[in-house]
């Protein structure tokens, strides 16, 4: 079965400072790995994916995340934050090929970005 | 605009009383799923569909019905509400050999 791991529930941090959100991933086939942002009170907006290819992905709002098959994480990064991004970031994988296209979702990881 | 569309946004229901959540999108995507949204469970499938007519249970179906009737519809039905349904639920579609997939902007529903 597969699983996301966001061990981090919440992450505060400084304006135009750097952050990492971790996500770690266990399945036994191939993955599609994706971050999602939600904003309060918002839905769910697709921060950046990895289908295939180079392993760092540049995703909107100056996000970047690199896939690391050995580590099976999926690390999101930004080097510099604003107060606009403050809300919460889940991380999420999909069976490659699989039959569904169920999504299985971390717990999610609240960024608090602080004056 | 391509877009998912959840009605309503917020409801608030007695234990027992009959509601739908609706569902529609206008990008003509075969696959459609719901979803729970808890503190600290971050989402959960509940059902799915792969297109007309074909639904299937995700992993935390019980209390729910779906229905797939036409394709850019995919209802949400509890028969009758209990407060663990209390929750925030999200809609999604994306085509079947698409990976990414689009979400509604959530239905918050309080069951007291």
């Known amino acids: 079965a597969q699983s996301v791991t966001q061990l981090d529930s919440q992450v505060p941090v400084f304006e135009e400072a750097p952050v990492e959100l971790r996500c770690n991933y266990s399945s036994s086939v191939s993955v599609y790995l994706f971050w999602y942002v939600q904003y309060p009170n918002q839905g769910l907006q697709l921060l950046l994916k990895?289908?295939?290819?180079?392993?760092l992905v540049k995703g909107i709002n100056g996000f970047e995340a690199e896939f690391n098959k050995s580590q099976t994480s999926f690390h999101l990064r930004k080097p510099s934050v604003h107060i606009s991004d403050t809300a919460e970031y889940f991380c999420a994988v999909r069976n490659y090929g699989g039959a569904t296209n169920k999504l299985i979702f971390g717990t999610g990881t609240l960024l608090a970005v602080q004056p | 605009e391509a877009q998912v569309t959840q009605n309503p946004r917020y409801l608030i229901t007695v234990t027992g009383k009959k509601l739908t959540v609706t569902c529609s999108q206008n990008?003509?995507?075969?696959?459609m799923s719901w979803y729970r949204q808890d503190p600290g469970l971050g989402l959960r499938q509940i059902y799915y569909?792969?297109?007309?007519?074909?639904?299937d249970k995700g992993d935390v179906p019980e209390g729910y019905k779906v229905s797939r009737k036409e394709k850019r519809n995919f209802p949400l039905i509890l028969e009758s509400p209990s407060p663990n349904q209390t929750s925030l639920y999200f809609c999604?579609?994306?085509?079947?050999?698409?990976?990414?997939?689009?979400f509604g902007p959530g239905t918050r529903l309080l069951v007291l």
């Open positions: 990895y289908l295939s290819g180079s392993t």
């Open positions: 569909s792969m297109n007309v007519e074909v639904t």
């Open positions: 999604a579609s994306s085509t079947r050999a698409q990976e990414t997939q689009y």
């Open positions: 990008m003509n995507h075969e696959y």
